[in-house]
């Protein structure tokens, strides 16, 4: 399953909206659980990633609320309702729905 | 606190072999399932494997496939990533991860990462 996310990367102001789109190559909608198998992190610089929103939209615990994350089957999309300048990293989405699990290219954020 | 350090990195030649670690603490080892995530030098991430809490259920990546085998000890709360046949395209930081409690699949706690080079 090929995962591609858009834009590569992004500037946007302190305050503003950012958007990243992560389109899977097949749906990730199980139906028997009415579930999406997607994941989204967040990685900064020099640091591991950290898992941001399971399940398509289900926010991890800690995480701020500006984050979220919304979509099904095959169009995905996390929101970040009011950039921080601590949002700074590059942001991926990961299918899980069918191994071999995969990424999607990654999505740099910056502020503009 | 969950803790996971990984070990065993490190610079070898192709066809070569190098064994990872991953010592786990904080948390009932034997219940998470876990991961091998891996980062080549300025790229994206790429998912490696996948072993259940048991052990008894193992997925790998295509590209390592037949090549690297997960393994773990739950009585030593240790995962283990043996890699035969090294290449140069395995050069990366390797994540030893411990999945979530409400999703199996994904990585909800990560290493600091161990590096593999692959060069002659």
């Known amino acids: 399953t090929v995962m591609t996310q858009s834009p590569d990367s992004l500037a946007v102001s302190l305050g503003e909206r950012a958007t990243i789109n992560c389109k899977s190559s097949q749906s990730l909608f199980h139906s028997s659980y009415n579930k999406n198998y997607l994941t989204w992190y967040q990685q900064k610089p020099g640091q591991p990633p950290k898992l941001l929103i399971s399940?398509?939209?289900t926010r991890e615990s800690g995480v701020p609320d500006r984050f979220s994350g919304s979509g099904s089957g095959t169009d995905f999309t996390l929101t970040i309702s009011s950039l921080q300048a601590e949002d700074v990293a590059v942001y991926y989405c990961q299918q899980y729905f069918t191994t071999p699990w995969t990424f999607g290219q990654g999505t740099k954020v910056e502020i503009k | 606190e969950v803790q996971l350090v990984e070990s065993g990195g490190g610079l070898v030649q192709p066809g070569e072999s190098l064994r990872l670690s991953c010592a786990a603490s904080?948390?009932?080892?034997?219940?998470?399932?876990m991961n091998w995530v891996r980062q080549a030098p300025g790229k994206g991430l790429e998912w490696v494997s996948y072993i259940g809490g048991s052990g008894g259920t193992i997925f790998y990546a295509d590209s390592v496939k037949g090549r690297f085998t997960t393994s773990r000890d739950n009585a030593r709360n240790s995962l283990y990533l043996q890699m035969n046949n090294l290449r140069v395209e395995d050069t990366a930081v390797y994540f030893c991860t411990r999945a979530s409690t409400t999703c199996w699949e994904c990585s909800q706690h990560w290493g600091q990462g161990t590096l593999v080079t692959v060069s002659s």
């Open positions: 904080g948390f009932p080892f034997s219940d998470y399932s």
């Open positions: 399940w398509a939209s």
